[in-house]
């Protein structure tokens, strides 16, 4: 069948140049930070409809969730350092490990992860959304535990909360982790991560249940978008072409192979010609006229895969005659 099949590792690339595109999106992210007192009337609108369209979709969970939480402060605690420790630092350590471990995924992995920063940033600034926590009947849970004012050493966009970028990162960990190794261990973890952070992130009112779809679906719609492009690129690290299956030894892990070409069959037409018949003038019927000479047959025994055994007693029959 067909599919990606990433090329052999290369060179890494440089350090330098992947430091400067976290700058530059952080330096975006700061510009959009900045104006966000300018927006307050708007996000708080459109969080209210995101409310009212949850309600009529009976998904609307938050209040629960989070009335459920500020009622057991231990639970709540670990949930606000989950939300605030979490999110960035797994997602900066599968993007090291990729980097280190499994080059040839890393590009695409990096790629896919900038996308997803940039859809955020369009989104913060065509729809902002307050998050659930400043409104009216909710718990902020990062305020009461105290861990917002310890752990937050830069402050984020209080009105960024669609799509959720902690959901996006944790769905961008998973669908980078799963297809880049085996181990059950390290898929079992990112997907525990993936479904505690959509449980924390409602639970602690930081975000709705549509921020949450609208973030998975961004880590996908990214992702999709970086594999289409390092495909594509003149100077991409992965190509499409049939491919088949070998197993490696006894460890039965399966390798992608190129499937060699197919030999064609040699077909009459090209089978060699028969070996003339030596003339015999005058001989009787019955003779041996028309037979292969001696010296031509056993040429032709040899040829054919005969053994010396066989020749010699083709000889010895001929002269008998």
Do not use: C, K
């Not at 099949?5 to 952080?26: Q, Y």
């Not at 708007?42 to 309600?55: K, Q, T, V, W, Y």
């Not at 231990?74 to 989950?82: N, P, R």
């Not at 992702?223 to 039965?252: D, N």
């Amino acid at each position: 069948m067909s599919r990606l099949v990433p090329a052999r590792p290369g060179r890494r690339p440089a350090l330098v140049g992947e430091i400067a595109v976290v700058v530059v999106l952080a330096s975006v992210y700061d510009r959009i930070r900045d104006i966000a007192a300018t927006r307050a009337d708007l996000a708080f609108a459109d969080a209210g409809r995101l409310l009212r369209i949850e309600s009529w979709a009976h998904v609307d969970v938050e209040h629960r969730l989070n009335g459920w939480l500020a009622r057991h402060w231990h639970v709540e605690w670990l949930a606000s350092v989950y939300y605030q420790l979490m999110h960035l630092s797994v997602t900066l350590g599968v993007l090291l490990w990729l980097y280190v471990a499994r080059p040839g995924r890393y590009r695409s992995a990096r790629t896919a992860l900038v996308y997803i920063s940039g859809l955020g940033l369009v989104v913060f600034w065509l729809m902002p959304v307050a998050p659930p926590r400043l409104l009216a009947g909710f718990v902020d849970s990062g305020a009461v535990t105290g861990i917002a004012q310890h752990t937050a050493h830069v402050s984020p966009d209080i009105y960024a909360a669609m799509p959720s970028l902690h959901v996006a990162w944790a769905a961008w960990v998973l669908l980078q982790v799963w297809p880049a190794t085996g181990n059950r261990l390290l898929r079992g973890l990112a997907a525990w991560h993936g479904a505690l952070t959509v449980l924390v992130v409602v639970a602690t009112a930081n975000h709705f249940l549509l921020d949450v779809v609208a973030g998975a679906a961004t880590a996908v719609l990214a992702t999709r978008l970086a594999r289409a492009a390092l495909v594509e690129s003149p100077g991409g690290r992965a190509v499409r072409h049939v491919v088949g299956t070998a197993q490696a030894g006894r460890t039965g892990r399966r390798w992608p192979v190129r499937l060699p070409a197919r030999a064609a069959m040699p077909s009459p037409a090209s089978s060699p010609p028969p070996m003339p018949a030596t003339p015999h003038v005058g001989s009787p019927p019955g003779s041996s006229a028309g037979r292969p000479a001696p010296v031509a047959r056993a040429a032709f025994a040899r040829g054919a895969g005969g053994d010396a055994a066989a020749s010699a007693s083709d000889l010895a029959s001929e002269a008998a005659r």
